[in-house]
């Protein structure tokens, strides 16, 4: 009877341990969404449906014909009393060895800018440690945008208003 037990287990071991050789699109994707699969057996021609490095066309998807367009997200934006600074970071929904992070401050016709290499991480781009000085801006609401750009991709974020007192 032990044994029987011990080989089931040696099975059931084996058969969780063994590598999959299909690759998992969601993990190595975070993009990608995911969904239930159909219960059509009919074959769908390739050509109808995009590849997961393709592209839908269109104004909406691409900010030029040779960059895709990235989803860029501000985490925080805010005046720091103690460093007497604006202070914004957030990231780029890619992950890529190579690019640069933009921060634009606009109140009416005044423009600030600063620009900071990205930082790679696991399922983003990290577009942190943007500081900017009273010295350098006026008293008023200020629109921040955090843009990301590389040579293969750009996006930028929704406008978020930032109070300098």
């Known amino acids: 009877m032990l044994g029987a037990v011990a080989g089931i287990a040696v099975i059931a071991v084996a058969s969780c341990s063994s ?4 690759p998992n699109a969601t993990a190595s994707s975070p993009s990608v969404s995911t ?3 159909s219960a059509s057996t009919t074959p769908t021609p390739s050509a109808a449906l995009p590849s997961p490095t393709q592209q839908p066309a269109g104004p909406a998807t691409t900010t030029s014909p040779e960059r895709k367009r990235v989803h860029v997200v501000t985490t925080f934006a805010g005046w720091n ?3 007497g600074a604006v202070e914004v970071g957030g990231y780029a929904a890619i992950v890529e060895p190579v690019g640069v992070c933009a921060l634009r401050l606009t109140l009416g016709t005044k423009v600030v800018t600063q620009n900071h290499p990205a930082t790679a991480d ?3 781009v990290a577009c942190g440690g943007f500081a ?3 010295s350098e801006l006026a008293a008023g609401e200020w629109q921040a945008v955090l843009a990301y750009s590389s040579s293969t991709s750009a996006g930028e974020s929704a406008a978020v208003m930032v109070r300098v007192p």
């Open 19 to 22: 590598p999959d050789p299909k």
């Open 35 to 37: 969904s239930s699969p």
């Open 81 to 83: 009393a103690t460093s």
């Open 122 to 124: 696991a399922t983003t």
């Open 132 to 134: 900017v000085r009273r």
